[in-house]
């Protein structure tokens, strides 16, 4: 079993940035693909980005390509994602998950999900 556990959320102005990492326990997910979702109140989940579990083939929704990055270090069995240029409409819960592949790891399918950490952005 593994047990993901999303931190970095708070509250920050617009233009700032945020740093969240999703740290695993319980069992690597050096093997598994990672994905990062969002979901504000009354909105649907929403996909932010994804990586493989090599690193090496990332997604990025359009909502914040060019905005945000994301990145993982199998050796500390962990996710990144780098927020920059923050708006106001990037407030939301954010999720990390953990899927066997990119493909169901992006339809939000993942194994494994964490509680979330909440991301406030003030105009």
């Known amino acids: 079993q593994v047990q993901l556990v999303e931190s970095g959320g708070g509250l920050v102005q617009a233009g700032g940035s945020l740093r969240l990492s999703c740290a695993a326990s319980?069992?690597?997910?050096?093997?598994?693909?990672m994905a990062w979702f969002r979901q504000a109140p009354g909105k649907e989940r929403e996909l932010l980005a994804a990586?493989?579990?090599?690193?090496?083939?990332?997604y990025y929704a359009d909502s914040v390509k060019g905005r945000f990055t994301i990145s993982r270090d199998n050796a500390k069995n962990a996710v990144y994602l780098q927020m920059n240029s923050l708006k106001p409409e990037d407030t939301a819960l954010y999720y990390c998950?953990?899927?066997?592949?990119?493909?169901?790891?992006?339809?939000?399918?993942?194994?494994?999900w964490g509680q979330g950490t909440q991301v406030t952005v003030s105009s």
């Open positions: 998950t953990a899927g066997n592949s990119v493909a169901l790891a992006k339809a939000g399918l993942g194994n494994f």
């Open positions: 319980g069992r690597t997910v050096n093997s598994y693909a």
């Open positions: 990586i493989s579990w090599d690193g090496y083939y990332t």
